[in-house]
């Protein structure tokens, strides 16, 4: 049976031509770049478009690829960077309705919440409410660290800052997720009585 | 307590040093309040790491794919063309002209005094077309015309690649 190949391994069969190498890179990374996506977009198709667009873009510049840091600290520096374009040009063509926007997609998130109220009372269903409520900025750097195996250093690559500053971006993200899920807890637990 | 949570933090991180971490675990070992904010954090910290990953749709990685496709199929044709293939015609043609001067060059009688009498090889009765009488005025002119309409096409081609290249810079 043949193991695993590594990404770098991966990356050299994509830049002799074969395709379908590519195809087991996107397989290996889609899920945590779609969660990355979704912290910064709020909706799956958007997070889908992201997503998408990130690795098409990772396929473009593959050849640029210094091979210096991990493959996959790359590719989130290539997330922020799309989510971020993509974030400013919405925001841009939905300057005027705005408000309308923002009422909807509270409006669906309480629908949503009610709809699953019974079935979803775990921790992990309030950890990613809270993560939700999170800003883009907070929820990324958690996803990384949590998720992404990456270092502060590596985090901070990723982002274009210094490890130390994210460093304490992240002690304030984890003490604002902490608040917000106690927060959504205690809404809950009045709600029950 | 900001501070106790950024030292406890640091500590669950494995970013203390060697003495700042044994100084945190003899502070959670003796203060109560350290060794319960301890266990809150860690357990904080357990939650957090279990957080899961979105799953994307199943059709993802056919998408990506197909898109690279179709984008690698739409590059134009310019584009598209191997350089080798391009490197091959010039090099043959570079190789045809320089074999052709050379023979020309080898085969030249460069002993002889003057230049072989090319005029008593040309036959007699050799008469140079007379074309002048075919070449009217109105012939001119629509050969000018298509001229100038051809430079103009050009220039403007010219200038709308320039206009292109600007916007895309």
């Known amino acids: ?69 991990k493959f996959s600290t790359w590719l989130y520096s290539i997330v922020y960077t799309t989510a971020m374009t993509f974030l400013r040009k919405k925001r841009v063509d939905t300057d005027s309705i705005d408000d309308e926007g923002t009422f909807i997609q509270v409006e669906s998130q309480s629908s949503a919440y009610d709809v699953n109220n019974a079935e979803n009372k775990s921790r992990s269903f309030y950890l990613n409410q809270a993560i939700e409520q ?7 750097i958690i996803t990384m660290f949590y998720k992404g195996e990456q270092s502060l250093e590596e985090i901070g690559q990723a982002l274009g800052m210094e490890a130390n ?25 009045k709600e029950l009585i | 307590m900001n501070h106790i949570e950024e030292q406890l933090w640091n500590y669950i991180d494995g970013n203390c040093t060697p003495d700042e971490q044994s100084a945190i675990v003899k502070l959670i070992a003796s203060d109560e309040a350290y060794r319960l904010k301890y266990q809150e954090l860690l357990a904080l910290n357990n939650e957090f790491s279990a957080i899961e990953l979105d799953e994307p749709p199943m059709a993802f990685t ?40 050379t023979y020309t060059l ?64």
């Open chain 1, 1 to 69: 049976m043949q193991s695993k190949l590594s990404d770098i391994e991966l990356i050299d069969q994509v830049l002799a031509g074969n395709q379908s190498a590519y195809a087991d890179l996107v397989k290996r990374h889609q899920r945590f770049v779609f969660t990355l996506a979704m912290r910064f977009a709020k909706g799956r198709e958007d997070a889908e478009e992201i997503a998408q667009d990130c690795f098409i873009k990772a396929y473009r510049s593959l050849s640029t690829f210094q091979r210096q840091a």
């Open chain 2, 106 to 169: 080898v085969s030249f009688n460069w002993s002889a005094q003057s230049l072989p009498d090319v005029a008593a090889k040309v036959p007699v009765d050799f008469k140079v077309p007379q074309i002048s009488s075919s070449i009217s005025k109105p012939i001119v002119e629509g050969f000018l015309f298509f001229d100038v309409v051809l430079g103009l096409f050009l220039f403007d081609t010219f200038l709308r690649r320039k206009n292109v290249a600007k916007q895309i810079k």
């Open chain 2, 62 to 101: 056919y998408n990506v794919i197909e898109a690279i496709r179709t984008e690698n199929a739409q590059v134009p044709l310019k584009a598209a063309i191997n350089k080798r293939i391009i490197m091959g015609i010039a090099l043959f043609f570079i190789i045809a002209l320089a074999g052709f001067i």
């Open chain 1, 134 to 140: 999170l800003l883009p900025d907070d929820a990324a």
């Open chain 1, 165 to 189: 500053t994210v460093k304490v971006k992240l002690f304030r993200a984890r003490q604002r997720l902490k608040d917000k899920l106690e927060r959504n807890l205690k809404h809950e637990a």
